[in-house]
């Protein structure tokens, strides 16, 4: 007796191919926005046979955050210790790459781990930064050589980020070339650009939907949006929970706003600071000083407008979506004119860089606002995009 052809054809490495489709899963709905039914749709087989693989969502997703942590380190061990940075680099953007539709998920929904798989996932990641830092130390012996290897790794960790569609070989040779002028830059050259951007200040929180809107932030950032009730919200500014729906007529609604004004502010930002620009290169500094700025002042309200766009609705989600675009489009605009053998797409790649850049590099730093850190950040941004 012959098997069937679902015997005969099943793939031998079925848990991986579970693994890759439920981190593009999770990385798109996030990781309550994702059930088992909709992973194993995505994999092609029935929800039972997906539980026979993994217990349960969270093993699933647990094994999906640490898997991008698990390709870095592996490659990391197979490069000989001589290996010169431009090789190790590489070889890790290939990876990213490889895996850049999952390979993000730890970034912003890793805080859904438990606390020891956290904890794991912080010291894979560590072994490759500290890799990275020693070829800094050797090639490059230049001051910050820490934050220039987080920023470096974050220009790799962007194309995660993103779903500019070009050729492997071309992400890779811009990847690598952006990444390579990171680590070889001293971000404690260019002092003063700081002092320079002149943020918009937030509205003060008079009314009560301000006020709610104002205590409702850091909960999202803190405990994530799906955690937090509208009876938390409403204790932390003093009213009873029905009180909130006559402000608001729902939790998701008080996301809308918050990721509103994170949008806002940002554009008001970008247009004080390149309105006095006289020059391509100065209104490229001056454009990446203004958003660094606008993440280190307004970093919680950023990291819930980031983490938590996923949780919208998709019809709410649209006018977030154009209000992104544009603004990298500004992006684009400036380093097209500094760089004309680009097309839009190189040059879109290498904003979202400049973006990782920010979030590795802003990370390492504890998000301390002062005018030093936002110098340096500012400077890695930069040479990201532009070469010297």
Partial sequence: MTAGPTAATRPRNRR???VGAAGQVFSERGYHGASME??????????????????NKYALFAACATVMADNLVEVIDGCPPDAASTDVLLALTRVTVAHRASGGLYRWEARYLQRADRHLLRAKFARVVGRVVELARREFPLPEEHLRAVAAL?????????????AQRRIEELVLASAMRVVATDPTATPGTAERVDLPTPPVPRTRR??????????FAREGFANVTNAQIAQAVGLAPSAIYRHYPGKVDILVA???????LLAQAVERSLH??????????ALAAAYVAHCF????????????????????????VVAQREHIAVWEQQVRTLRPELDRRQAR??????????????????WQDTPGHRDAVTALVTRALVPG
Wanted: with cysteine.
């Fill in 16 to 18: 991986q191919s579970i």
């Fill in 38 to 55: 909709d992973i194993a749709a995505a994999v092609g087989i029935s929800a039972p046979a997906l539980y026979r693989h993994f217990p």
């Fill in 154 to 166: 974050g220009v790799i960790g962007s194309v995660t980020m993103h779903h500019t569609t070009i």
């Fill in 210 to 219: 301000a006020e709610i809107l104002a205590a409702a932030v850091p909960l």
């Fill in 258 to 264: 918050a990721c509103l004004q994170a949008a806002g």
């Fill in 276 to 285: 006095r620009a006289t020059d391509p290169h100065e209104a490229l500094v």
């Fill in 297 to 320: 002042e307004h970093n919680t309200l950023n990291s819930v407008a980031e983490a938590e766009v996923a949780s919208l609705p998709a019809d709410v989600r649209r006018p977030l």
């Fill in 349 to 366: 790649l290498l904003v979202h860089a400049g973006f990782g850049v920010v979030v590795e590099a802003g990370r390492a730093l504890r």
